[in-house]
């Protein structure tokens, strides 16, 4: 079920993009992701301890994380693929919006991104940030809707947009902010070694999700005794 979702948003996206054109597609998850900020914000900045007021999370979240994504590593990612997807905007040869719009949307999203706790979040917005500024201002000759835009300009302009983000990012931050961004434990990363002998019984379908903390018992090496429901390890899983 969740290849075939995947298989079907891909062709939705295609269909749309041959049909209406790339840049109004890339228009779509920058409002997504825009509208799920906004609405995390609007929950933080009333204290809200349920979500639409009838949901209560089970898990204590802090302040900036109660809204539609209450996972801060969903929620991070959701985020910087609107923020990445704006910044293409920008870089296009024809604007579908102003780029001040655009930019303002990136300054906006960009804080929340990094608030919502997820070291790998963090890491993938500084990665994908280089890769862009080292990518996009070449010139794609070929390319009809991107092309070569003045690299002091582009530069300049993000400049400004990460500046502005970083001061809405001081005024965010809370210390749970902190805690979360600068833990030191690596958990995710040690269950590769611990799954290794279960990926070995059961190469070829696994265990299932669901049944992942049941056969994780019998794997689990190490002194702690802690148990986990799913990997959260993208090649274990």
């Known amino acids: 079920m ?3 979702t995947y298989g079907a948003a891909f062709t939705s996206a295609a269909s749309y993009g041959r049909r209406r054109g790339m840049l109004r597609g890339l228009l779509l998850p920058v409002a997504a992701a825009a509208a799920v900020a906004l609405v995390t914000v609007l929950h933080g900045f009333v204290g809200a301890e349920q979500i639409y007021g009838f949901y209560e999370p089970t ?3 802090s302040i900036w994380h109660m809204g539609p994504l209450l996972n801060p590593n969903h929620l991070a990612s959701y985020l910087n693929f609107g923020i990445f997807c704006a910044l293409g905007l920008v870089a296009a040869r024809r604007a579908i919006l102003p780029r001040w719009v655009l ?10 991104a990094v608030v919502a706790g997820s070291r790998g979040g963090v890491l993938g917005l500084v990665v994908g940030v280089a890769v862009f500024c080292l990518t996009v201002p070449k010139p794609r000759h070929a390319d009809p809707d991107f092309g070569p835009i003045p690299r002091l300009t582009l530069l300049g302009t993000m400049a400004i947009v990460f500046a502005v983000a970083i001061g809405l990012t001081g005024l965010m931050a809370t210390e749970d902010t ?3 961004l600068y833990a030191g434990n ?3 990363l040690r269950m590769l070694t611990w799954c ?3 990926v070995a019984d059961y190469p070829w379908f696994g265990v299932g999700r669901g049944a992942f903390e049941s056969a994780f018992i019998a794997y689990r090496s ?3 005794n802690e148990i986990y429901s799913h990997p959260e ?4 899983q």
Do not use: E, M
């Not at 930019?103 to 929340?112: E, H, I, R």
């Open 222 to 224: 190490g002194p702690s």
């Open 2 to 4: 969740k290849w075939a």
């Open 59 to 61: 898990v204590q979240r």
């Open 196 to 198: 290794r002998h279960l």
């Open 186 to 188: 690596v958990d995710k």
């Open 103 to 112: 930019g303002v949307t990136v300054a906006f999203l960009v804080p929340n």
């Open 178 to 180: 902190i805690v979360a």
């Open 233 to 236: 390890n993208l090649p274990t």
